[in-house]
């Protein structure tokens, strides 16, 4: 299965690494497009130079590491699809060009479903995602989790109570079930 990751969950960079994470378990298939990748970059760079640096890297990283994850835009698709926010047609746009079934965002409301169903996409939200996903296959999602835990305590330098990191990454649902 493949899905469509928005910038909005590729930001946060604990449920970028864990959504990432879990795509390298081949739970699925990511996509993104060039215009996403940037929406990233410039939420970074409103923490300053070094914000846009990291995220250039981590982008570039994602690249290499995922060549066949990148979907090239369409502008002709993008103009005959109707959302709510129209800024927000080439996430669609990038699902259908890329075969998607999901668009994995936290800004559920500007993907409504009677405007994805007849294009057969559905948007979801990460923490329902990644909780159907534990369902099917607990032991690959949870070793992504206890990965990306003890980088973000080592990272840290102290001790991050698992249920309170997944809440802050907005995954309250599977920080329940796992803390």
Same mark, same amino acid.
């Given at each position: ?61 994602? !690249? ?12 002709? +698709?993008? /103009? @005959?699809?109707? *959302? %709510? ?65 003890? !980088? ?12 309170? +990191?997944? /809440? @802050?990454?907005? *995954? %309250? ?7």
């Amino acid at each position: 299965m493949k899905a469509v990751l928005d910038a909005c969950v590729l930001y946060p960079n604990v449920l970028r690494e864990i959504l990432i994470g879990t795509a390298a378990q081949g739970v699925y298939g990511p996509l993104w497009s060039a215009r996403i990748l940037g929406e990233w970059q410039r939420a970074a760079a409103r923490l300053g130079p070094e914000g846009a640096a990291i995220a250039s890297g981590e982008i570039a990283t994602l !690249r290499a590491a995922w060549p066949e994850a990148e979907i090239l835009a369409n502008p002709d +698709l993008e /103009k @005959r699809l109707w *959302l %709510p926010d129209p800024a927000d047609a080439h996430v669609l746009a990038t699902a259908i060009a890329g075969g998607a079934a999901l668009i994995i965002t936290l800004n559920l409301r500007d993907f409504p479903n009677r405007a994805l169903a007849p294009e057969g996409v559905q948007a979801q939200s990460p923490d329902d995602f990644l909780m159907e996903r534990w369902l099917m296959d607990s032991a690959a999602v949870e070793s992504v989790i206890r990965s990306v835990h003890a !980088r973000t305590e080592s990272l840290s330098g102290r001790e991050q109570p698992l249920r309170a +990191l997944l /809440k @802050r990454a907005r *995954l %309250p649902r599977l920080g329940k079930a796992l803390g």
